[in-house]
Every structure is written in C-alpha cells, then in structure tokens.
C-alpha cells in the first residue's frame, strides 16, 4: 500500500540501511538528480545491485548497455531508479532530471506514449544520456593570392662595383677589421617572486559521502514508528505541524535533532507498506512523544496494518 508518494526515490541500502536528511528546502532537486552511479564492491553480483534498487536485472542491464549479467568489482554502474509518479510530472522534464532520454524511459517501461499518471511507477535508466555525435570540424582552406602562389623570387640587378684605387681599397679593409659590429645584449631572465614565509600547502578536501548516489552531511540511529488514518487524530484538519497536508513522504521529527523541513533518506525499516530499500521523505510534522532520535513515519494504512508496523529500528541520514 504506496499511494501518494512524492518525488520517493526507492534506492538500495548502499551500506547498511541509512537515512539521510538535508536543511534547505532548494536541496531536493538537486538531491534527486545526483542518484548514482555505483560502484560494484567485490563479490557483488548484478541481481544483488539490482535488488538494493528494488529494480530488475533486465533494467540494469539495459541503463548500462550490458549483454550479460556479468560485472567486476570496482565497476560504475548507472542506477535503474524506481520512481512514483506524481501529479504534474512531465516525461521529458524526468528525462532532463536524471539525464536520460524519453525513449529510453519508454522503452524500458514498455510505454507506447511518454503520458503519465499520477501513482503509476516507471523505472528510470539514470545516466543513459544519448549524445550526438561528435562532428569533426574541417580546418579551413586558405587559398592564397593569385600572385602570391609559387612566386618566383627576382633578385635586384647587381651594380657593377665601382673600381676603387689600391690605397682606397687598404683603407677600407682596414675600417672593416677595425669597426666591430654592435651586439644587442640579452635582458637575464626575470628572477621567481620568492614564496611567503608563512604560506600553507593547500590541503585537498575530502568527499562528501554518499547513501543511494545521494552525498550526506549526518548520520544517526534512531527508533520509528508509524502513524496515518488508522490512527491518527483528525482535529487539526489532517494537516502536519508546519501547515501541510499529511500524505505520504512526510515524517514526524523531534525539531532539535532533525530539523524541520529537511529532507532525509530513511532505510533498515522491514514493512511492506514502505517502499524496498528506503526512500526520501521530508520532516515536516512533530508528536509529543517524538524526543531525540524518534521518528513517526505516515503511511497510509489501517490501524491494524499500522500497528503491525510497531517499533522498529532504522538509519537517517541528512542529505546535503
């Protein structure tokens, strides 16, 4: 029971189940457009990858132009990303997002037309971008003057010297021995501007790292719950803390450990009322028994599906 999630990316746990989370509102688009790729770790089979992603062999197959299952360790792989349709979502502007095509979403899916319904779960070849191809520029030809080709070089007609008296031909040979010829000095190159004394190596920064392609900032263990129609208390008009409507994808945080309005990714969790894997989820809503590292995560299910769901223990992350 999946209904109504918005922008979820189902990734794999990359590690062990992780939740991620970020402070800034503007982070959500650019947190679901870096989704992979992966790097296969030693002893990781295809349908192994395949299965962290909740997606298929077939589909990773065909995001990475593979004719067999076989990979090797250290390999990148492009992600097959299953993703929830939600209202308003244009197939080119997917396509854009996750730097594929329309016709690689559409073939992969089995689509006849790029339509989309809102609820309907496609998978998303990640990275298979089609470029054109490259075309190879001609230098230019230059064509040369008319009087310019094969042009024949002329000498001056030579003067005939005029016969000189043997004492003006002494005189000038010697002025010729005498007379050296001035040489232009050479400037010495300029001397290397000498480093400061207290100049610092500039040290490289290590990478952001990363959960389901997606970089984090913070990671926690904490303890979720989970709350929706089956038991929820309808008086403030099913409305989060922050005035939003409660669906899908939202969460209930304690404001002084996950901030209000971040976005995290949430993993570990066994119910199949969540999506395979994890999924990104936003903290806009509160609870009074929510303190420290507790979450309640709506799901739209009965109270008996709900109270199935009971204690369980799960990663979060804070995504950058």
């Known amino acids: 029971m999946m209904k109504n999630w918005k922008k ?3 990734g794999a746990l990359v590690a062990s189940g992780l939740i991620l ?3 800034t509102q503007e982070a959500e688009a650019a947190a679901m457009s870096s989704v992979g790729p992966v790097t ?5 089979s295809l349908s192994e990858v395949a299965a962290q992603y909740g997606t298929d062999v077939s589909e990773w197959k065909y995001a990475n132009g593979l004719t067999t299952d076989q990979i090797q360790a250290g390999q990148q792989l ?7 349709v939600d209202a308003g979502d244009e197939m080119w502007f997917l396509a854009d997002r996750y730097h594929t095509t329309v016709e690689d979403i559409k073939t992969l899916n089995g689509l006849q037309s790029s339509e989309l319904t809102a609820g309907q779960t496609i998978t998303i070849p990640v990275g298979k971008q089609e470029t054109a191809p490259a075309v190879e520029a001609k230098a230019p030809v230059l064509q040369e003057a008319p009087a310019a080709k094969e042009a024949v070089k002329q000498e001056a007609p030579v003067a005939p010297a005029p016969v000189q008296k043997p004492s003006q031909q002494l ?8 007379a050296p010829t001035a040489a232009r000095p050479t400037p010495p190159p300029a001397p290397a501007a000498p480093a400061p004394a207290d100049a ?3 040290e490289a920064k290590p990478a952001a790292p990363t959960i389901a392609g997606m970089a984090y900032s913070k990671q926690l263990s904490a303890t979720a719950s989970a709350y929706g129609p089956g038991n929820i208390m309808w008086q403030w008009g099913g409305h989060t803390f922050t005035g939003t409507k409660v669906r899908e994808g939202v969460i209930a945080v304690d404001p002084n450990v996950i901030p209000l309005g971040s976005k995290v990714w949430v993993t570990g969790y066994n119910s199949p009322l969540l999506p395979a894997g994890g999924f990104v989820a936003t903290a806009e809503d509160t609870g009074g028994l929510i303190k420290g590292n507790r979450i309640d995560i709506y799901i739209d299910g009965t109270q008996a599906e709900l109270r199935q769901f009971g204690m369980q223990d799960v990663k979060v992350y804070l995504l950058k």
């Not at 296969?40 to 990781?44: L, M, N, R, Y």
């Not at 492009?78 to 929830?84: D, S, W």
Request: hydrophobic fraction near 50%.
């Open 8 to 10: 979820i990316a189902a």
């Open 21 to 23: 989370f970020s402070n």
């Open 40 to 44: 296969v770790k030693h002893g990781q």
């Open 78 to 84: 492009n992600v097959a990303l299953a993703y929830k």
């Open 171 to 178: 005189k000038d040979a010697a002025t010729a021995v005498t």
């Open 200 to 202: 610092k190596p500039v």
